[in-house]
């Protein structure tokens, strides 16, 4: 017989929109899930919040940046390459890049750039159920120490970098460490290479083949939700899937602005159409798989996760470890450990915990009890300060105790 540590739970970690996303909130679906990793700055009790941040003189005053990004090959810059700020334990969409590859944004003032499937995984509240079966209250991923960094939208940039993300590429960096508000908003040129062996796309062939007044219509929508303004952006996407309705990227910028506008129904839809359109377009099936995933629709979240993954494993490497949430609410372990084994080596700086901790889960499941003790006390190193770390230290210890008791005769 299994010990009972190794019962069945739901892990309900939903997905929640970036711009949208506070400790302690609940999801569509009425799930709740654990605060958000890094979250807590050491000497604070909260999170500040973005009215604080406005009211904050130091976080208030704007910070321009700008840059380039460009191919190394020298080729044509794929279409809507995003732009990421790459924190000590955050990452999030800051701008996007204009069709001859320049971008611009405020460091203090980022709400306005819309966030996408590719943001880091950041689950906020509470799980109801413990992971390992144990009688000691919610078995929650709680959050670790945050450390000294920012998280990408406003105050310090000290261990801060900008990346560009566009699937079948890979990006080098640039540090923020020294950047100031009073210095050249300009910081330099970020370089794309080519990513052999990548079956998905970023930009869909079907826009080669777009008429010049659906091109323009294109260009008017994600000109729009660069500044912020979804309303506007659908009403020129939706002009450009008119002329053109296999306009796969413009499907899947539509889609984008109708999320935003917290449209789920029709921004569902669009991103169907996107996939219709070129079924290797990576970012929709990503979009539809996080928008399963938040509001917990396991079987929908795998099927366009895996499919995303399996088209790029290597652009979006925020997707493993909800693709291993879901997985493990389906009792898909081998497919889960998979998938948080994936997590856990694409993210080599650790910055995201709880992957250790579903790992511990899996493993417990699948009665690998060495193994689960081995997870479970690497999360506990990484995250220290965990509001659930107690309750991990229990289960850590029952899984011993289950060790002990197999070893007697």
Known sequence: MKPALTTAFCLSLALVPAQSQTTGTTPPGGATTPPATGGRIPGTTTVPNQTQQRTNPENS?????????????????????????????????????????????????????LPDASDQFEPSGRQRN?????????????NMNGGSGSSGSGGSMMGCELRAEAGG??????????HRGFDNPDIGTIVLYR????????VSATSLNAPKDARKAYEKGT???????????????????????????AWLELGRSRLAQKSLETAAQAFLNAVDADPK?????????????????WEEATKYLDIALKLDPLSFPQLWYPDAVAHFNLKNLDMAEKSV?????????????????????????????????????????????????????????????????????
């Not at 971008?103 to 750039?113: A, Y």
């Not at 080098?172 to 460490?177: A, I, M, Y």
């Not at 729009?224 to 296999?246: F, I």
């Not at 493993?363 to 995250?383: E, F, H, I, R, S």
Request: aromatic share 6%; charged share 15%.
């Open 61 to 113: 005053m704007p910070i321009f940046i700008s840059g380039k990004v460009t191919m190394a090959d020298g080729s044509p810059l794929p279409h809507g390459v995003i732009i990421k700020s790459i924190c000590l334990n955050s990452q999030r969409t800051v701008a996007s890049t204009d069709s001859k590859g320049y971008f611009n944004f405020d460091w203090n003032h980022v709400t306005s750039s």
């Open 130 to 142: 413990d992971p390992f079966g144990s009688s000691g209250g919610s078995g929650g991923f709680g």
């Open 169 to 178: 590429f890979r990006s080098d960096s640039l540090t923020l460490d020294n």
């Open 195 to 202: 990513t052999a062996g990548i079956e998905g796309t970023s």
């Open 223 to 249: 000109q729009a939700l660069r500044k912020g303004k979804p309303a506007d952006a659908q009403l020129a996407l939706e002009k450009a899937v008119e002329l053109y309705p296999k306009y796969a990227n």
């Open 281 to 297: 377009l990576v970012r929709a099936h990503a979009e539809l798989g996080m928008m399963a995933a938040r509001q917990s629709s």
């Open 341 to 409: 084994h994936s997590a856990i080596q694409h993210d080599p700086q650790n910055k995201n915990p709880q992957a250790h901790h579903l790992l511990g889960a899996i493993l417990a499941q699948k009665n690998d009890l060495p193994g689960a003790a081995v997870a479970l006390q690497a999360y506990m190193k990484l995250a220290p300060a965990a509001s659930d770390i107690s309750l991990v230290k229990n289960q850590l210890a029952e899984i011993q105790n289950a060790q002990s008791a197999k070893k007697q005769p």
